[in-house]
Structure formats: C-alpha cells, structure tokens
C-alpha cells in the first residue's frame, strides 16, 4: 500500500496548507492583496494590448465598413473594455455582475452582428 505522501493530491494540499501558513504567520496578507491588485491591472492591460493589435492588424478593413457599422464596432469595444475595467475595479456583487454579464452579451453580440453584416459576400 502506497503512503500518504505518494499521492500527489495530498502532497498539493499540504502545499497549499504550507504556504498558507506562512503567509499568516509572517502577516503577509496586505502584500497579498496588493500583489492581487496589480495581477488584475495586468490583466486588464493585456487585454487593452490584444485588443490594440488586433486593431491594427484589421484596421484597413474596418475602415472600408459603412460609417454606421465602424461606429457601433468601435462603440461596443469601447463599452466592453469599460464594463471589464469596472468589473476589475470596482469588484461588483449580486445584480451588479448580472448587469456586467448583460453589458457584456450585447457588446459581444453587437460585434458579431456587425463583423457578419460587413464580411456578407453576396
């Protein structure tokens, strides 16, 4: 019979338990949350980056697109990048992330609609 030890599941949780553990007895906590904080900035930059290259890469076709269809494009990117920059600052509960998954919803489908209406070759 294998020991305890050998199961990598219970090696990961005594890990966890570990490092755990001396995050409280150091009282590291803060540094924690702060760590945190500057991973979702991060993520929020890389986002804005991707979103800026695939910009660039597709921006000459966007600009052949009628003037209402690159308007409501760029509108609905706009608002999807705000409504996940206030989902990472503002850290909303409840009905809040209903209305951000809403928010989201129409900007993704308003994106779609607009990308298929342009690239319709008939």
Request: one cysteine or more; charged letters at 20%; a positive charge.
């Amino acid at each position: 019979m294998r020991s305890i030890f050998e199961s990598r599941f219970v090696r990961g949780l005594l890990l966890v338990a570990l490092v755990s553990l001396a995050i409280v007895l150091l009282s590291l906590e803060e540094s924690i949350a702060t760590a945190g904080a500057l991973l979702r900035i991060a993520f929020f930059l890389a986002i804005a980056f991707f979103l800026f290259l695939l910009w660039r890469e597709r921006r000459s076709d966007i600009e052949a697109w009628s003037d209402l269809s690159r308007r409501t494009f760029y509108a609905a990117l706009a608002l999807a990048v705000l409504a996940v920059a206030a989902l990472i600052g503002l850290s909303p509960r409840g009905a809040d992330v209903i209305a951000f998954v809403c928010v989201l919803a129409c900007c993704v489908w308003a994106i779609v609609r607009v990308w298929r209406r342009e690239h319709r070759y008939v």
